[in-house]
């Protein structure tokens, strides 16, 4: 009989064992999974995020090229804008100059003796 209990006994530890055993692969392997879960999700906010933020850098490069072609149409204007002012201006003295000649050398000679006064020291 004392055979007979320690046989039992021994059925007995190992149901116990294998009892333990199955919960702790159980617990592992929902442990693995809700890990699985927590990283899927980390995984979609980051590209969500990488999504938003590459729209958004896209939409900034967008408005930056717009603004650089405005100003781009603006600086061309003004120059334009100068440079017919300039044609004017040179024509305006073309006819000065044609109109009376002996003037417009006088004023060439005073202003090139002042400009070269003021540059000599």
């Known amino acids: 009989m004392n055979k007979q209990v320690q046989t039992n006994d021994a059925d007995g530890a190992n149901t116990r064992i294998e009892a333990g055993a199955e919960r702790i692969k159980q617990a592992t392997s929902d442990a693995v999974a809700s890990t699985r879960d927590a990283v899927n999700r980390a995984a979609d906010r980051v590209e969500e995020g990488l999504h938003h933020a590459t729209d958004k850098a896209a939409g900034a490069a967008t408005r930056a090229s717009d ?19 300039a044609d004017e201006w040179l024509d305006q003295a073309r ?5 009376k000649p002996v003037q417009a050398v006088a004023i060439a000679v005073g202003a090139g003796w002042l400009l070269g006064r003021m540059f000599r020291r």
């Open 67 to 85: 603004k650089a072609s405005e100003l781009g149409g603006r600086g061309r204007e003004a120059y334009d804008r100068s440079m017919d002012r």
């Open 95 to 99: 006819d000065f100059v044609r109109e």
